[in-house]
Every structure is written in C-alpha cells, then in structure tokens.
Nanobody, 120 residues
Framework: QVQLVESGGGLVQAGGSLSLSCGVS????????MNWYRQAPGKQRELVAG???????NYADSVKGRFTISRNNARNTVYLQMNLLKPEDTAVYYC??????????????WGQGTQVTVSS
C-alpha cells in the first residue's frame, strides 16, 4: 500500500508565504514525476507545479515566479514553497506521485489534500 502524507497548509494573509511537504511511503520501486495540484471551490483540479526525478520543473503560469517545487529523492518527499500568496491561491492542494510499483508498471497516487487559505 502506498501513502502520500501532506502537511503545511493553513491560513495566511495576502503577500505571505506557506510551505507544503508531501512524503511518499509504501511498496514502490522508485518515483518518477511528483506534482502539486489544487482545486478551488467550484473549479476543476489544476496542475500547479511538477518536478521530474531528474529535477526538471514546470509551473502553471499563474504561479511562476512565486512558487518553487523541489524534492528530496532520498526521503521520497516533495515540497512546494509558496511566496507572495494571493487570495486566488486559496484551494485544497493535493500531492501526486507517479511511481513504479513493479519493474515494469507505474501508477499514480494522491495525497488527501491540505487546505490553503489566503485572506485579503
């Protein structure tokens, strides 16, 4: 069984910062991409940032220059540093990992979500 455990959400004023982390545990061989998604009320889940096993990153246009994704492969952990937060960043943030569950098969796994609320 594979588990993704997120931490670090909360309430912050606009312009402030929050840091999220997500640890992956369980029966996996290795982890490929790790991503952060978010879903605001009444909206579809969207990709915020992603990072490959080699460290290449990509960001949604709305967060470029404000958010930074990183990972610690030895700890199977991915982080999201969020600076200059805006009210429109308010959402439930989900960690996602694509991992090898055998020598040949991969699967996608999701965390339970953590609430980020930015007040104006």
């Amino acid at each position: 069984q594979v588990q993704l455990v997120e931490s670090g959400g909360g309430l912050v004023q606009a312009g402030g910062s929050l840091s999220l982390s997500c640890g992956v545990s369980g029966n996996i061989f290795s982890i490929n991409a790790m991503n952060w998604y978010r879903q605001a009320p009444g909206k579809q889940r969207e990709l915020v940032a992603g990072i490959t096993a080699g460290g290449s990153t990509n960001y949604a246009d709305s967060v470029k220059g404000r958010f930074t994704i990183s990972r610690n492969n030895a700890r199977n952990t991915v982080y999201l540093q969020m600076n200059l937060l805006k009210p429109e960043d308010t959402a439930v943030y989900y960690c996602n990992a694509n991992a090898y569950v055998s020598s040949y098969d991969t699967d996608d796994f999701w965390g339970q979500g953590t609430q980020v609320t930015v007040s104006s």
